[in-house]
């Protein structure tokens, strides 16, 4: 999913890399009157109403579902809507929600039938049906909005099959499909509030299915009231309130003075780690939680001497992570040895089983067999986007820590661009080496595989267009496109692990990526203010949050 600061030109076979940093991303939430960042420290605006206060640096484009593909509009969605199915809080177990049962699948695994609830009702009044989800999805295709793709590369006929049944049928078998219709702009909307046609979208309302809606939608500020006729458990407060900071600094300085009840996303490191420091004499609660954010490296295969595995093996044995960890994000990130996060239980710790971290002799070795020697020297260009200081911070760090461990063999060039220049041309095979971000757009093993190992047209080892062309290595295996896809139409849970186990050895034996990090989430909340967590899937329930 695309989030923050940086959104790039999608294609329909890839989602958005961004190249936002852990520290870019900053969410954040002032109180009072626009432009006043600071406000006084008596008391959150909302207290004593039951309304909560919280905000955010970014800046919410769209609300409209068919079109939302950032960060913080699909919080929002996510609270302003509800989906076919969603996951039991604190769980990664998925239950139905507008659905009442799990899919029924059909023997060749193309048809899901699935039975929905009768007693939803739109925040318009209009009654929630079969009808309303098929429109709903319909649009959500046929719009061509920025995650279109999502569905109508999946999906080839959405239908009304009963008042309140639908059938989705699929093109090809996808056995992460359920997943898929947890997305957060997989919600249903009102057809008496909007329509079917390509760019039809309205970015600044939403008449959906939620605990909340929407009362007020601004470039500075945004609202959710209760929704009194959910047909759900009722929200724990009376609303929320949310507002948008130009800074970090604002955001860690309205906190601290009392003036928000919730800071979300992410500050600066430093501040981080203040607030931690002070949680016990500050009044606050820090709530520190894992996150399906990958940060890593893409290797260029069409650029000497990258096209020779053992130079990709060499720099997956130079990196160091917990360097990394320690002088760039002062402990709040996680090292990352495999593409797929740590969150999933599939995941394994490939690249430091072969790699290890900063092993230098391994790096010589095999740098030595690839015919490299301080005669004739490697020397790597690292490129990142200039927006990023993290990812600065990271190639810099990574130059040091080379240069110092490989004196006279490795040099370590760093270069950047302005964003939307750099990711224009990794598509392209411009940049030897870029460091990239990756933002799941749900939870499943297979958004961390499909977009990085498969390829839909290639030849001579060198992918020429599909997902890993676009993500800037150039991979192309057939093998893997065959493990791909096995994985992805996979019905049985042993049989789909054993494939995506298997690819992920192919990622450490063939080195298209080198996983570098994932981020930790952080969430500031006052004491007396409960309810507040970051779920497993990422998600925020706003409608859990309550003042004590």
Not at 10 to 29: D, E, K, N, S, T
Not at 517 to 524: G, H, R, S, T
Request: hydrophobic share 40%; aromatic share 10%.
């Amino acid at each position: 999913m695309g989030k923050g600061n940086g959104i790039w030109a999608r294609q329909p076979w890839r989602r958005v890399v961004q190249f936002v940093g852990l520290f870019g991303l900053v969410f954040a939430i002032a109180l009072g009157c626009a432009g006043n960042n600071q406000p006084a420290a008596d008391a959150p605006a909302g207290d004593g109403d039951g309304r909560i206060t919280i905000g955010t640096t970014l800046t919410a484009r769209t609300l409209d579902p068919a079109d939302a593909y950032e960060t913080f509009p699909g919080i929002l969605l996510y609270n302003l809507g509800d989906r076919l199915y969603t996951y039991e809080p604190g769980t990664t177990n998925l239950v139905p929600q507008l659905a009442t049962e799990l899919p029924n699948v059909s023997d060749d695994s193309l048809t899901y039938t699935i039975p929905l609830r009768d007693d939803v009702t739109l925040h318009d009044g209009t009654p929630f049906n079969a009808e309303v989800m098929a429109f709903s999805i319909q649009r959500f295709m046929e719009n061509g909005g920025r995650p279109a793709y999502l569905l109508s590369d999946k999906i080839a006929t959405a239908e009304a099959t009963g008042d309140y049944e639908l059938t989705l049928t699929l093109k090809t078998p996808f056995a992460a499909f359920p997943a898929l219709l947890s997305f957060s702009g997989v919600t249903p909307i009102s057809p008496e509030s909007y329509e079917i046609g390509t760019g039809s979208f309205k970015p600044d309302s939403f008449v959906g299915t939620g605990p909340y809606k929407l009362s007020g939608f601004t470039s500075d500020s945004i609202k959710l009231d209760v929704n009194p006729d959910y047909w759900g458990d009722a929200p724990a407060n009376q609303g929320i309130d949310i507002q948008i900071f130009t800074s970090p600094a604002n955001l860690y300085n309205t906190f601290r003075t009392g003036g928000l009840d919730i800071a979300y996303q992410t500050l600066d490191p430093e501040q981080v780690a203040a607030l931690e420091r002070e949680e016990d004499s500050g009044g606050w609660q820090v709530i520190e939680a894992g996150t399906n954010v990958i940060n890593y490296m893409a290797l260029n295969q069409k650029i000497e001497p990258l096209n020779n595995v053992k130079v990709r093996q060499a720099i997956a044995a130079m990196v160091d992570r917990p360097l990394l960890n320690e002088r760039v994000f002062q402990g709040q990130a996680e090292p990352l040895y495999s593409l797929i996060p740590a969150s999933f239980d599939i995941a394994k710790p490939v690249f430091k089983d072969a790699y290890g971290d900063g092993d230098f002799d391994k790096a010589k070795t095999l740098l030595t067999e690839a015919g490299f020697s301080e005669a004739k020297p490697l020397t790597l260009e690292i490129w990142y986007p200039s927006a990023s200081t993290t990812r600065s911070i990271v190639a810099n760090t990574l130059k040091e820590s080379i240069e110092a461990g490989l004196p006279g063999l490795v040099t370590v060039s760093v270069q950047n661009t302005e964003g939307a220049t750099l990711w224009e041309n990794v598509g392209k095979g411009i940049y030897p080496i870029v460091l990239a971000n990756w933002y799941p757009d749900y939870y499943d093993p297979d958004t961390f595989i499909q977009p990085f190992m498969s390829c839909e047209k290639g030849s001579n080892n060198l992918c020429e267009e599909g997902p890993s062309q676009a993500n800037g290595s150039f991979y192309y295996s057939p093998e893997a496109n065959q493990l791909v896809a096995k994985q992805q139409a996979e019905q049985d849970p042993d049989a789909r692990q054993q494939a995506i186990a298997d690819l992920q050895q192919m990622m450490v034996d063939d080195v298209p990526y080198v996983p570098l990090w994932q981020n930790k989430d952080y969430v500031f909340a006052q004491d007396g203010v409960e309810g507040v967590a970051v779920e497993p899937t990422q998600q925020f329930l706003l409608w859990q949050i309550s003042r004590g």
